[in-house]
């Protein structure tokens, strides 16, 4: 059996009673504002490399969302993830896309790239090589 502790904050402890809930409220921002915080950056195939990245105005490549990726990290001064969303089509790589060490995450601060939704995603390339060092989708 569990055993419930009962703190009594009665009203002749007004200031204790009200320090215990700004406590609490201040848990429960810092809590929601973590969870809400993350960056998102959009990628569409009919957005535009000069665009922020937002849902309304995606960037057009991969590449254009890996740069804004890596100039979040290096702004980032909290834990929060840091994903790159692809709208539905299919994405034609004509030069590498390559992942290195400094663009991936940790387990607090991920680095997701994802599909939005149910939406489907092609990634696919123009040229094949047989030559493995020509790949044009790498992860190092």
Known sequence: MGMTRIID????????????FNVILLVLTLHASALGEQTTFYVAVDGND??????????????????????????QSSV???RVVLRKGKYFLDKAFVLGEEDGGTRDSPIIYENYK????????????????DDLLSVD
């Open 80 to 82: 929060q993830p840091l």
């Open 9 to 20: 904050f009665g009203s002749n402890q007004y200031g204790c009673r009200r320090a215990f």
């Open 50 to 75: 000069a665009n922020p990245g937002t849902l309304a105005k995606p960037f057009g490549t991969l590449g254009r969302a890996r740069e804004a990726l890596r100039q979040e990290k290096l702004k």
């Open 118 to 133: 149910n939406e489907t995603v092609v990634i696919s390339c123009l040229l094949y090589t047989s030559d493995a060092a």
